[in-house]
């Protein structure tokens, strides 16, 4: 597809189907004004992450990386009445920020936020497991460590998501440690003797694996 069309195809998916609500557009602000990193999932990625928890009927996520809470709210929103998404967030000021969007967005009591590194936190979810669906969106050198987690904690059937898949491009001419660790992370998955996977070309580039034994 060439550049002009693809950039049209998006802007009708934006528009059609990945609108943001009031609620959307406050935390994006709020991120700015707060002073947090501008980083969260763009619409369209945000939409295809709450609709691919809704589609696998995910009760039980995790997330690691909540930021400001926008994505959280996206998978919280597609979640069952009793469902719980426990988001992991390094940043103490983040985690405060965020607790309070999940909060505006009347979702606080979906929504547990732990603040620590996702390689520290994630060992203490591991006795409630299996888990439905993971979301990761954190540090791109321990990516390969939540795959790991991912492939003993999800149910068969479960799903593994991660943002940043072309790290802006990164993984085509690795320099960086984060450029090689999203290499490595991809390959990983595509090989990966317990994941059916792919990447969906949006945004950064959404990989996706489904969990098979
Ligand atoms: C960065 C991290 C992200 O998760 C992202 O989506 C974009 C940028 C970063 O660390 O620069
Ligand atoms: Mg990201």
């Known amino acids: 597809m060439n550049q002009s069309l693809s950039q049209r195809c998006h802007a009708y998916v934006s528009e059609h189907f990945a609108r943001e609500d009031e609620t959307l557009r406050y935390v994006r602000q709020q991120t700015a004004a707060r002073g947090l990193p501008q980083i969260s999932l763009e619409p369209n990625e945000a939409k295809l992450l709450h609709l691919l928890v809704r589609l696998c009927g995910a009760a039980r996520v995790v997330e690691v990386g909540t930021l400001a809470g926008y994505s959280g709210i996206c998978i919280a929103r597609a979640l069952p009445d009793d469902g719980q998404l426990i988001t992991i967030e390094v940043s103490s000021l983040h985690a405060e920020v965020a607790r309070a969007h999940f909060e505006y967005a009347g979702l606080a009591d979906k929504v547990t936020v732990l603040q620590g590194a996702g390689v520290d936190v ?88 489904v969990k098979t034994c």
Request: hydrophobic letters at 45%; glycine letters at 10%; aromatic letters at 12%.
């Open 122 to 209: 994630l060992p203490k979810l591991a006795a409630d497991a299996p888990y439905d669906f993971m979301f990761i969106d954190a540090d791109k050198g321990n990516y390969h460590n939540y795959l790991a987690w991912a492939a003993d904690h999800l149910r068969i059937g479960g799903v593994v998501m991660a943002d940043n898949a072309f790290w802006g491009g990164g993984i085509f001419d690795p320099k960086s440690d984060d450029d090689h660790a999203m290499v490595a992370f991809n390959l990983s998955l595509a090989e990966h003797p317990r994941f059916d996977s792919t990447i969906i070309e949006v945004g950064d580039g959404i990989a996706v694996g």
